[in-house]
């Protein structure tokens, strides 16, 4: 197996953003995405002078943040809750832990690939006797899904965007914290995984193809993803179990066939985070992109469901143009310019066009929604 390393990115305030990625060659496929002990187990029993009953609570390992090397299991197969468990559990064996992993078969099968991610997050972190992350489906599953969505159209694959940009910045935590319902309600944000492709084993792709990749075969990136998994996080202390809350966004499509955003977020003790009572999923409108002069462009009527709501979703925070592609050949070269707001609804830039065209616009909201619209059309 080839590998092409994605090493963690850490932000100015020790937040971690992971993404990993590795290429099988038999499908050229691309998965773009802390010491060893022995299990603990807190087993007990408890009885009543009336039954015999035992009640026996659930086993747990100690949490490691990182293991020696990359854990290779031979019958790896994702492509059923049975075969998850079984391989999981077998790699969780190869790093000294002999708790099987605690989902339940039927209902990993019966489930969305959204929430089949969840199980598997949750059995990895209470497993370890480490508190559950709940799923944020209104706000930070659309923020996540939306990137997801990004990298199917735009042909790349990066933590940084190259059109949700708000305030000129290409992060994930300036994606997160640029909503008012972020805001003062968070301890710790944001770290985040990335995955793309499939690898070459039944179920390749799926959520636990994602997961296992990042627990257990992620020695290429420092073990950044099992890190925030398992909720490290260096810029507050030595901890495992940080972060509350997680959104998981998946998309298909594009040159890997298989993309999922995870992003994580921990409450405020003081003001903890709520998510918005509805999900935003109406993207930005706007006239289509005209050039003004030999190096200025403008797009006009930019406006969003959300602007100047109440409902702690942001309104339109990103602007951008580009010429043919928003991504150059290589797929990591990002070619958009940011635009800046001159009067309301109103954006320009500086960029040179020779050919009109080939001129687009790109507006983005708050939950990451977005409208592309090329130059020369009657709408957008």
């Known amino acids: 197996m080839v590998k092409h390393v994605h090493r963690p990115k850490q932000s100015g305030n020790g937040r971690r953003i992971a993404g990993k990625s590795h290429l099988p060659v038999t499908l050229v496929l691309v998965l773009l995405v802390m010491f060893l002990s022995a299990c603990g187990s807190t087993g007990a029993s408890t009885s009543q002078a009336t039954s015999t009953v035992q009640v026996k609570k659930h086993n747990t390992c100690t949490p490691q943040g990182t293991l020696p090397a990359d854990v290779t299991v031979p019958n790896t ?23 099987s992993l605690n989902i339940d078969p039927a209902a990993y099968d019966a489930a969305t690939p959204q929430a089949q991610t969840l199980m598997l997050l949750n059995a990895e972190r209470q497993d370890r006797g480490l508190g559950a992350l709940q799923l944020d489906s209104i706000l930070l599953s659309q923020i996540s899904t939306n990137h997801s969505k990004e990298f199917a159209q735009y042909n790349y694959f990066a933590h940084p965007s190259p059109i949700n940009q708000p305030g000129g ?40 193809d994602a997961v296992y990749t990042f627990m257990y075969q992620d020695s290429s990136s420092n073990w950044g993803h099992r890190q925030n998994i398992l909720g490290y996080n260096a810029g507050v202390d030595t901890l495992p179990g940080h972060y509350t809350w997680v959104g998981i966004g998946i998309a298909t499509g594009g040159s890997f066939g298989d993309y999922y955003t995870l992003d994580f977020l921990e409450d405020s003790a003081a003001t903890p985070y709520t998510p918005p009572a509805t999900a935003d999923t109406q993207a930005p409108t706007m006239n289509p992109p005209t050039v003004v002069d030999a190096n200025t462009v403008q797009v006009t009527g930019v406006q969003d469901d959300s602007d100047g709501s109440t409902s702690g979703i942001a309104g339109v925070t990103s602007v951008v143009f580009y010429l043919t592609s928003a991504v150059g050949t290589d797929g990591s070269t990002f070619q958009t310019v940011v635009a800046t707001q001159t009067t309301t609804g109103t954006w320009t830039a500086s960029l040179a066009v020779t050919d009109p065209t080939m001129l687009h616009v790109v507006a983005v909201d708050g939950s990451g929604n977005y409208t592309d619209c090329v130059a020369g059309g009657a709408t957008c």
């Open 77 to 99: 197969a994702f492509d059923t809750g049975a075969n998850v468990i079984a391989t999981f559990s077998s790699a969780r064996q190869q790093e000294g832990c002999n708790v």
């Open 169 to 208: 910045k290409n992060d994930s935590i300036s994606r997160v914290m640029v909503n008012p319902a972020v805001q003062g309600h968070n301890t710790n944000c944001c770290g985040e995984d990335i995955y793309a492709g499939a690898s070459n084993v039944p179920g390749g792709g799926t959520p636990a």
